[in-house]
């Protein structure tokens, strides 16, 4: 039986444990994708902020096409489509990266797909990947939580070589619920407390109730670290550490807010059996047959539909 390095939902009490495993996986040289600077920013506070990385013509391609997929989500699979917990909203889809080519590109884009490899210092391949929609006036909140901990807990990802990019889609302002994140929280693992009952994700991808973190371990965190909220224009891109801390507010703003999400996950950190759930939530959340990546360059509108 595979060492849980991490166990939670376990015990009566939460815990702060040690980070077992690295941040940044590679040392850097100077043809990484990233500067020294970033790499050692990425380490220190678990998150980094990329801006310029498309040109203003990728941007509208992918935003175009993400508009179609919300006006028409008949052409997707039903069960990937989750939706607000108290309307009709579209909040995600899921696995768009094997619905779609324009994101699939996308997702195996160098100059995403290779930070990934660089920051793991592995082959990657695609854990789980959606588009995130955050409607005006409208769209809900999601709860402080880690990542990781429900990966590893109810997918089976034993490490933490795992890593989340956030492409904006349309411009995420101080106002209409940006991702918040806790900065430096990711060298703590905070275990939750409550077993994961049959079918969670039947719930939590609407409204999280097992796998959050406790009021007091977070007032801590906050008091040691801070929050930070990144903001940015359409194409920024924002990646975080499996592990940190992060959540959001809810938009009461008449501006929307969405993104198109790739988590990345080393090929050498498979999933196994769940740590703390009584089965796998399925392939469509949690990819248990990996493809690696080969990053691929050029323009992401040539390969838009016509």
């Given at each position: 039986m595979t060492l849980d390095y991490y166990p939670s939902r376990c015990r009566p009490q939460p815990e702060k444990l040690p980070r077992h495993d690295r941040v940044v996986h590679s040392e850097w040289h100077p043809d990484a994708p990233l500067t020294r600077a970033q790499a050692e920013q990425f380490e220190r506070d678990g998150y980094l902020v990329l801006e310029n990385l498309f040109a203003a013509e990728e941007i509208e391609a992918l935003q175009a096409e993400t508009a179609g997929l919300l006006a028409d989500p008949t052409r997707l699979e039903p069960q990937t489509i989750i939706r607000e917990p108290a309307s009709d909203e579209v909040r995600s889809i899921f696995r768009i990266h094997t619905q779609n080519p324009l994101i699939r590109r996308l997702a195996e884009d160098s100059r995403l797909a290779g930070i990934a490899q660089f920051l793991?210092?592995?082959?990657?391949?695609?854990?789980?990947?959606?588009?995130?929609?955050?409607?005006?006036?409208?769209?809900?909140?999601?709860?402080?939580?880690?990542?990781?901990?429900?990966?590893?807990?109810?997918?089976?990802?034993?490490?933490?070589?795992?890593?989340?990019?956030?492409?904006?889609?349309?411009?995420?302002?101080?106002?209409?619920?940006?991702?918040?994140?806790?900065?430096?929280?990711?060298?703590?693992?905070?275990?939750?407390?409550?077993?994961?009952?049959?079918?969670?994700?039947?719930?939590?991808?609407?409204?999280?109730?097992?796998?959050?973190?406790?009021?007091?371990?977070?007032?801590?965190?906050?008091?040691?670290?801070?929050?930070?909220?990144?903001?940015?224009?359409?194409?920024?891109?924002?990646?975080?550490?499996?592990?940190?801390?992060?959540?959001?507010?809810?938009?009461?703003?008449?501006?929307?807010?969405?993104?198109?999400?790739?988590v990345y996950n080393a090929v050498s950190n498979p999933l196994q059996a769940p740590f703390g759930a009584p089965a796998p939530r399925p392939e469509f959340i949690a990819t248990r047959h990996p493809e690696p990546i080969t990053p691929v360059t050029g323009a992401l509108k040539e390969t838009a539909p016509a």
């Open positions: 793991l210092n592995d082959q990657v391949y695609i854990h789980q990947s959606r588009l995130n929609y955050k409607p005006g006036f409208q769209g809900k909140e999601f709860y402080w939580h880690s990542d990781f901990e429900t990966w590893h807990v109810e997918d089976g990802m034993p490490r933490m070589r795992a890593l989340s990019m956030s492409v904006l889609l349309a411009e995420n302002t101080p106002h209409n619920g940006p991702l918040m994140l806790i900065p430096g929280s990711h060298k703590t693992f905070l275990t939750c407390v409550g077993e994961a009952p049959e079918d969670h994700y039947l719930s939590s991808l609407r409204k999280q109730e097992y796998g959050v973190p406790d009021d007091l371990s977070l007032a801590e965190m906050v008091e040691q670290h801070g929050i930070v909220a990144p903001t940015g224009k359409a194409g920024t891109v924002v990646i975080f550490d499996c592990n940190i801390m992060h959540g959001s507010n809810g938009n009461i703003t008449p501006l929307p807010r969405a993104n198109a999400f790739m």
